[in-house]
């Protein structure tokens, strides 16, 4: 998957390189279970039955396999601010048996992932394979407790909450075939579906008009509402492509490029153990086999580590899981078991509600927002100018948070930026019409990275500017150069009004992240609430 990492350059939304769905590109596809591969016999499902077929089969597959492990396959849908009718619902808030996880994931899926899909293929607008979507629930039916039903339940080919990277990994029962010139609607299901919409990701994006403003814009319009648009052509490699407004797409699996703001075409090499696997302008130079990219380290493909070998992300773990060293990955394992999803998953692998979390928390109480300090307790008065308070400390132990949406850690909000190191986290309180304004500086000349969540433990980010991903005005990175990082400036004002309805006072919690390395780089914020 390309993942676009901004150090030491200024960071500007790099679009969608391929996205069809999160706007990140898949040089190979995500498969669909092998259970589902296998089962070209399957039983078709027609469009107008499908959510309640993947909610039967889903709720089958947990219910056989992750009982246990009900609440990390639901906390994607409750940190999903489209779904917070259902959070109390859901695991842990309620407990499930097999038929009500059917009554409460089918009118879910009716919303997201799947809803937009349906909505559209019963409209015409996109074309609906029910071969494929039998293959997908008997994949689910068929795939044996452990990595078989992991693969099956998070499969965002299928049914999977987190939507297809893009390029060749798509919904496999649905494909878009509107072409330039063609009206189109965006999707909700993930960054990429709603920018290219209805149109063909692979030759077109959705176009979407704004009387006020010139050139294609954003899917949303402030109040979430979505806009109608146009299909337009997408920018062949070599051409110029814009990641805002006015908006220019590459074709999905293409990758617009940060310094040259120019298509280019997908690298689909196979990468052994030690090849380089970035270039010194961070494109991916190709897919890491049996193997992951060290991006912001060495710069090449790097063995995956054994159960017990110190880690900061699950991407390092051949099981797949990073407690500060790769562990097991127990989540609907034959027998029961706990723990977090796979790292494509969409969930945080480091946050675990269970007592034992709550106990380790306990210990560095402002690692996670589960246990975060207020910034007003743990803060002194500021001497910079336009700033009354200030808090000093270090960027922790952990990596818990990253605002990157391929890198399977929370919020997953943003198709460029990524945060890899570590960070803490600290609450605030804001009254509508508040502004939040903070500075961050990193030592040692690092680059630092400040960035909102509005829910605890899901983890979600607040999409105040209706784009459906984090953006500027939501998350802040200091510019570095040959001399070093300028400080992160965030300001961040709580609107009066989200969604055509007044807001209320709530709480926010404020990450510092360090975007690269894995040390506890020390840092300085200085902030202020007015």
């Known amino acids: 998957m390309h993942t676009f990492v901004w150090s030491c350059r200024p960071v500007m939304a790099v679009l969608l390189a391929a996205a069809a769905g999160t706007g990140c590109s898949s040089a190979t596809p995500s498969p669909v279970s092998g259970d589902a591969a296998a089962s070209a016999d399957a039983a078709p ?101 452990g990595p078989a039903v992991r693969e099956a339940l998070w499969d965002s080919a299928c049914f999977g909450f987190a939507p297809p990277a893009g390029g060749v990994e798509q919904r496999s029962m649905f494909t878009r075939t509107r072409q330039a010139g063609e009206a189109c609607t965006p999707i909700r299901d993930g960054v990429g579906a709603s920018f290219y919409g209805t149109c063909d990701p692979a030759a077109a994006f959705c176009c979407y008009a704004d009387p006020a403003r010139t050139g294609c814009q954003y899917p949303f319009d402030g109040q979430g ?64 086999r049996d193997s992951y990219c060290d991006v912001l380290g060495t710069g090449t493909c790097e063995a995956l580590r054994a159960d017990g070998v110190a880690c900061t992300s699950g991407e390092q773990c051949r099981s797949t899981r990073c407690d500060t060293v790769c562990v097991a990955n127990e989540v609907c394992a034959p027998g029961g078991g706990g723990g977090a999803p796979p790292a494509d998953a969409g969930v945080d692998a480091g946050i675990d509600a269970s007592p034992d979390a709550a106990v380790d928390a306990a210990m560095t109480s402002n690692e996670s927002c589960l246990l975060a300090p207020t910034l007003a307790s743990v803060s002194t008065s500021s001497p910079a100018p336009g700033f009354t308070s200030r808090l000093a400390g270090t960027c922790g132990t ?48 690092k680059q630092g990275a400040l ?53 209320q006072p709530a709480t926010f919690w404020l990450v510092i992240d360090e975007v690269a390395g894995d040390t506890a780089a020390g840092f300085t914020l200085d902030w202020q609430v007015q």
Request: charged share 15%; aromatic share 6%; hydrophobic share 40%.
């Open 45 to 145: 499902v027609a469009a107008e039955s499908l959510t309640a077929s993947a909610a039967r089969s889903i709720c089958g597959a947990l219910f056989r396999c992750c009982d246990d492990d009900l609440a990390e396959y639901f906390a994607p849908y409750a940190a999903n601010e489209r779904l917070a009718a259902f959070r109390d619902r859901l695991p842990p808030a309620a407990t499930l048996d097999e038929a009500g996880c059917r009554a409460v994931l089918e009118p879910m899926l009716d919303i997201l992932p799947l809803g937009d899909w349906v909505r559209a293929a019963a409209a015409g607008q996109v074309r609906f394979d029910p071969a494929a979507a039998g293959r997908c629930t008997a994949a689910l039916e068929g795939a044996a407790c």
């Open 225 to 288: 509402n979505a806009r109608t648009g146009t299909c337009q052509a997408t920018a062949a490699d070599g051409a110029r492509c814009s990641p805002t407004a006015p908006v220019q797409l590459c074709a999905t699996g293409h990758d617009c490029d940060a310094d040259t703001l120019t298509c280019l075409a997908p690298v689909t090499a196979d990468l052994a153990v030690g090849a380089a696997c970035v270039s010194a302008g961070f494109q991916l130079l190709g897919t890491c």
């Open 398 to 445: 952990a990596h818990d948070y990253n605002p990157l949406n391929s890198s399977g850690l929370p919020p997953a909000c943003a198709f460029a930026y990524d945060a890899r190191g570590r960070e803490v986290v600290h609450a605030v309180t804001l009254s509508p019409g508040q502004r939040l304004k903070a500075r961050l500086e990193l030592a040692g000349g």
């Open 451 to 503: 960035y909102l969540l509005d829910t605890c433990p899901g983890a979600s980010w607040p999409d105040f500017d209706g784009t459906g991903a984090c953006g500027s005005n939501e998350y802040a990175v200091g510019f570095c150069n040959v001399v070093g990082c300028d400080p992160a400036n965030l300001s961040v004002t709580y609107p009066m009004m989200i969604g055509g309805q007044p807001t």
